[in-house]
């Protein structure tokens, strides 16, 4: 009932081709981009804003570079955490050694040298596969922060090895209060979901997903599985080495190398996991529930006043649990949930 | 030189080690399929059990290593039913990914049960120099790293035995070769696989005993699965002989890399050398030293 698409007729390709071809859908889209651009920086508490909000939009951007590589290319990735630091690093050394780089594209450039760093990583992929592949990606994830601890140069000669992240200025404005840093994120990350959502459904996205399926049979039918994997390897740092440029400067502060470690990457294959693989939803949605529950465990711990060791050791098991749960009874995560849901609006109250 | 053969000799007996949790996988990948990102956390968890035991309800050793067993063939057996009968027939990288959920809910329980804390595990056999090779050849090697190896190396052989000898051996290479052929002519598949879990839980306790000796029983156990992964890149997946050697391998060039190589570019390259060793060996052979020969159809 509240989701009936009737009387929605399709006349040109263009509406038929749309993101987004129902009308709730296309409501329901605006309503919550408006309402986190403009009702969500005015009421929102800065911690609000600052411990949730932006961690949740910069993993969910992490999860969809994950996804990419994962849900729709079939490249599973132990090493997402470095392609973060990539960027993250490469975009601290841009603004810090060229003098008057606008930050935006120092950004920018932070992703594409994640990119590079993930085709040259992504290399193994074209004689290996599967957990192979996997336990190939861990040596990015080692070597990668390795080079970043021990390369003085990458670090700019910093005594401690961690350092404080440069000010965002964009255009002369600066961004450093919670509400100004979470549009900013928010922004970003609107953008570069978007063009993932038109990337997975065009002939990119095909080839991927071809490739994702059976890699030798979309070979035998023209597809060409170097090109295309390493597009996928590319474009999936790309949107990792951003989303770590944005985990330095906008959440953390402080670019350090400790902050990529494997855990991340562990946590952002999670994200994937119960949000949905394959799935540009699912990617926020397995966001969300991932920054979400240590806080809601947190709430639950205090309020049976556990100690916290036993509250971090219950977080591993939940969090271990669920991925187990997730894989057992909805491989396809929190994004099929939610279309389940959808279908079964579309014919309520009357379910025949 | 002698230093040379001392850092050589060094390295192959943790190699020895390392290949010790690397036939952990491989009994798992053999008799399932499946590539047990847990079995670091089998490790810690079970060498964890075992110091709790003596720690908190004063066992002595010897009642802690049969009890501790008792445990892993319980958690083998629960996992079989809860994790992995569930998941029949979905793709290796689902399995693969729920063994990782595997590992973290068991660092979770095993430090929830005993404390994070590191503790000390004292194990009846002394970390000395062995004096005959000290004085005659001044090299030095540990008693307890010679040990260790002489455990291991019994360890395999018993291994070895079990699955080429017994009904039970004849039995997991049937599963191992084809599930669905295997359960035709009326192996049951599950008992296979609670049997093969069971026996990783003890690999993993006698790994998780000799590692915890030596470092302490602490989370870094956990991290023997990443030292195990190169291992079993090298020496193919489904190999217990390549395990072995991979292990040998890795360990001596791990620490030869280290003590040649790291100071040239400012050490602590122990973490990626093996990944990178394995990586660059997999371009050349993909299936690794005694791995089978991959053939792949539409």
């Given at each position: 009932m509240f989701y009936r698409e009737a009387g929605q007729f399709k006349t040109t390709y263009e509406s038929d081709n749309q993101i987004f071809p129902i009308r709730q859908d296309r409501y329901a889209m605006l309503a919550v981009l408006a309402l986190a651009l403009l009702v969500v920086p005015l009421f929102a508490s800065p911690y609000m804003l600052s411990a949730i909000l932006i961690p949740f939009l910069?993993?969910?951007?992490?999860?969809?570079?994950?996804?990419?590589?994962?849900?729709?290319?079939?490249?599973?990735?132990?090493?997402?955490?470095?392609?973060?630091?990539?960027?993250?690093?490469?975009?601290?050394?841009?603004?810090a050694r060229v003098p008057g780089m606008p930050m935006l594209l120092a950004f920018v450039l932070g992703g594409l040298s994640a990119a590079l760093v993930g085709i040259a990583f992504g290399l193994p992929s074209l004689r290996i596969r599967g957990f192979y592949l996997a336990a190939a990606t861990l040596a990015t994830q080692f070597f990668v922060v390795w080079c970043l601890t021990k390369i003085p140069y990458l670090t700019n000669y910093s005594t401690s090895g961690v350092i404080t992240a440069q000010k965002i200025v964009i255009l002369g404005y600066v961004f450093d209060t919670p509400a100004t840093k979470y549009l900013l994120v928010l922004a970003i990350v609107s953008l570069m979901a978007l063009l993932a959502k038109n990337m997975v459904r065009s002939n990119v996205g095909r080839s991927w997903m071809a490739i994702r399926d059976m890699d030798m049979a979309a070979e035998v039918i023209g597809f060409?599985?170097?090109r295309t994997k390493l597009l996928a390897f590319a474009v999936s740092s790309f949107y990792c080495g951003v989303a770590g440029a944005l985990y330095a400067y906008a959440y953390l502060g402080t670019v350090e190398p400790e902050a990529y470690n494997l855990d991340l990457s562990f946590r952002i294959l999670f994200m994937i996991i119960i949000g949905g693989v394959g799935s540009i939803l699912g990617s926020f949605l397995g966001a969300a529930f991932i920054v979400l529950l240590p806080v809601f465990l947190n709430i639950v711990a205090h309020g049976l006043s556990l100690p916290t060791s036993v509250a971090s050791n219950l977080e591993?098991?939940?969090?271990?649990?669920?991925?187990?749960?997730?894989?057992?009874?909805?491989?396809?995560?929190?994004?099929?949930?939610?279309?389940?849901?959808?279908?079964?609006?579309?014919?309520?109250p009357f379910p025949h | 030189m002698s230093f040379f053969l001392e850092v050589l000799i060094?390295?192959?007996?943790?190699?020895v080690m390392y290949a010790l949790v690397a036939i952990g996988f491989v009994l798992i990948y053999k008799a399932s399929g499946v590539f047990n990102f847990a079995q670091g956390a089998m490790v810690f968890?079970?060498?964890?059990?075992?110091?709790?035991?003596?720690?908190?309800?004063?066992?002595?050793?010897?009642?802690?290593?049969?009890?501790?067993?008792?445990?892993?063939?319980v958690l083998g057996l629960a996992i079989e039913r809860v994790v992995l009968r569930p998941l029949v027939n979905q793709p290796e990288i689902t399995l693969f990914m729920a063994t990782i959920?595997?590992?973290?809910?068991?660092?979770?329980?095993?430090?929830?049960?005993?404390?994070?804390?590191?503790?000390?595990?004292?194990?009846?056999?002394?970390?000395?120099?062995?004096?005959?090779l000290m004085d005659n050849y001044n090299i030095i090697v540990s008693q307890f790293d010679v040990t260790a190896a002489g455990i291991c190396a019994l360890l395999v052989t018993a291994l070895a035995l079990l699955f080429s000898r017994t009904r039970i051996g004849r039995a997991l290479r049937a599963v191992a070769d084809d599930h669905q052929a295997a359960q035709a002519v009326?192996?049951?598949?599950?008992?296979?696989?609670?049997?093969?879990?069971s026996v990783a839980g003890m690999v993993a306790l006698v790994a998780g005993l000799l590692w915890g000796a030596r470092n302490g029983v602490q989370f870094a156990l956990t991290f023997i699965a990443l030292k195990a992964l190169p291992v079993l890149i090298l020496g193919g997946f489904t190999s217990i002989p390549g395990a072995i050697v991979g292990g040998l391998i890795i360990g001596a060039s791990e620490k030869l890399a280290e003590v040649y190589i790291g100071p040239m570019v400012g050490g602590g390259i122990e973490g990626w050398f093996p990944y990178v060793l394995a990586l660059l060996f997999l371009l050349v052979r993909p299936e690794g030293?005694?791995?089978?020969?991959?053939?792949?159809?539409?």
């Open positions: 910069i993993f969910s951007l992490a999860a969809l570079g994950l996804n990419i590589l994962t849900g729709y290319a079939g490249q599973l990735s132990l090493g997402t955490a470095a392609f973060m630091a990539v960027g993250a690093f490469a975009s601290f050394n841009f603004v060409r599985p170097m591993l098991m939940v969090f271990g649990a669920l991925i187990i749960f997730f894989l057992i009874v909805e491989p396809h995560g929190l994004a099929r949930l939610w279309q389940i849901g959808k279908e079964k609006l579309r014919l309520w | 060094g390295g192959l007996l943790s190699g968890f079970a060498a964890l059990t075992c110091v709790g035991m003596i720690d908190k309800f004063g066992m002595s050793l010897w009642l802690a290593i049969p009890v501790t067993m008792a445990v892993m063939v959920g595997l590992a973290f809910f068991i660092e979770g329980l095993a430090q929830l049960m005993w404390g994070s804390q590191v503790h000390k595990l004292d194990l009846p056999i002394e970390d000395v120099p062995i004096p005959y009326g192996i049951p598949l599950q008992q296979i696989w609670a049997v093969v879990w030293l005694f791995g089978e020969k991959i053939i792949r159809r539409i």
